[in-house]
T-cell receptor, first 114, second 112 residues
Framework: DTEVTQTPKHLVMGMTNKKSLKCEQH?????MYWYKQKAKKPPELMFV???????INESVPSRFSPECPNSSLLNLHLHALQPEDSALYLC?????????????FGSGTQLSVL | GEDVEQSLFLSVREGDSSVINCTYT??????LYWYKQEPGAGLQLLTY?????DMKQDQRLTVLLNKKDKHLSLRIADTQTGDSAIYFC????????????FGAGTRLAVHP
C-alpha cells in the first residue's frame, strides 16, 4: 500500500462551521505533513508531525488546528474559517523527517468557505 | 530564504521531447525533486536528484543538474498526451526538517 488517503475530497463550509479533514497512510511513515495550495499556486507547508509530535508550524492561524492521534492518521480541524482559506489541502507522508526522505502526497481536499 | 523559479507554460507536439527548467537560489539544497500534478489531483513524485549528481535517468525522464548555475531541468522523451499536467520543481531546505520549497509550476500542454 503506497497511498495517502484523504477525506473528504470536497468540502463546502460556512464561516461559523466546524469541520475536520482526515488523512491516513499505512506505509509505516513516521512524518506527516499538511500543505495548502491556492489555485494556480505551488503548495505551501502548514504543519509537520514527526513521530506524532508537532515539529513545524509555519505560523498558521489558530483557526487551523492539526492533530495526529497515531502514526497512521493526521487530522486538520477547521473552525471560523474565512473565504480566503478556500484552497486545496494536501496531506503528505514520508518515512522520516530527515533530509532526503521522499514525500508521498494524497489527492487533497478541495475546500470552499462561503 | 530559498526561492525556486520555473517558466509557467510549455507547449510541445506529441512524440517530441519536453524540457522543463528550474532555478533555485540556495546552493546548500541537497535534494531537488520533480513532482507532477494533474487537474484536481495531488502531487505525484516523478524523480529526484541528489546535489552531488549531474544527471539522473529514469525511463523517459532525464534530470540534469548544474550546481554552479543552480539550474535543474527535466527532460521527458517521447512526450505523450498523458504527460499534460503541471510540473513542480522543489528544493529541500537544509536543516534536517525535510522542508520543501516549490516553484510556481510549469503547465505542460501536449498537442497532436
Amino acid at each position: 500500500d503506497t497511498e495517502v488517503t484523504q477525506t473528504p475530497k470536497h468540502l463546502v463550509m460556512g464561516m461559523t462551521n466546524k469541520k475536520s479533514l482526515k488523512c491516513e497512510q499505512h506505509m509505516g511513515h513516521r512524518a506527516m505533513y499538511w500543505y495548502k495550495q491556492k489555485a494556480k499556486k505551488p503548495p505551501e507547508l502548514m504543519f509537520v508531525y514527526s513521530y506524532e509530535k508537532l515539529s513545524i508550524n509555519e505560523s498558521v492561524p489558530s483557526r487551523f488546528s492539526p492533530e495526529c492521534p497515531n502514526s497512521s492518521l493526521l487530522n486538520l480541524h477547521l473552525h471560523a474559517l474565512q473565504p480566503e482559506d478556500s484552497a486545496l489541502y494536501l496531506c503528505a507522508s514520508s518515512r522520516g523527517q530527515a533530509d532526503g526522505e521522499k514525500l508521498f502526497f494524497g489527492s487533497g481536499t478541495q475546500l470552499s468557505v462561503l | 530564504g530559498e526561492d525556486v523559479e520555473q517558466s509557467l507554460f510549455l507547449s510541445v507536439r506529441e512524440g517530441d521531447s519536453s524540457v522543463i527548467n528550474c532555478t533555485y537560489t540556495d546552493s546548500s539544497s541537497t535534494y531537488l525533486y520533480w513532482y507532477k500534478q494533474e487537474p484536481g489531483a495531488g502531487l505525484q513524485l516523478l524523480t529526484y536528484i541528489f546535489s552531488n549528481m549531474d544527471m539522473k535517468q529514469d525511463q523517459r525522464l532525464t534530470v540534469l543538474l548544474n550546481k554552479k548555475d543552480k539550474h535543474l531541468s527535466l527532460r521527458i522523451a517521447d512526450t505523450q498526451t498523458g504527460d499534460s499536467a503541471i510540473y513542480f520543481c522543489a528544493a529541500q531546505l537544509n536543516g534536517g526538517y525535510n522542508k520543501l520549497i516549490f516553484g510556481a509550476g510549469t503547465r505542460l500542454a501536449v498537442h497532436p
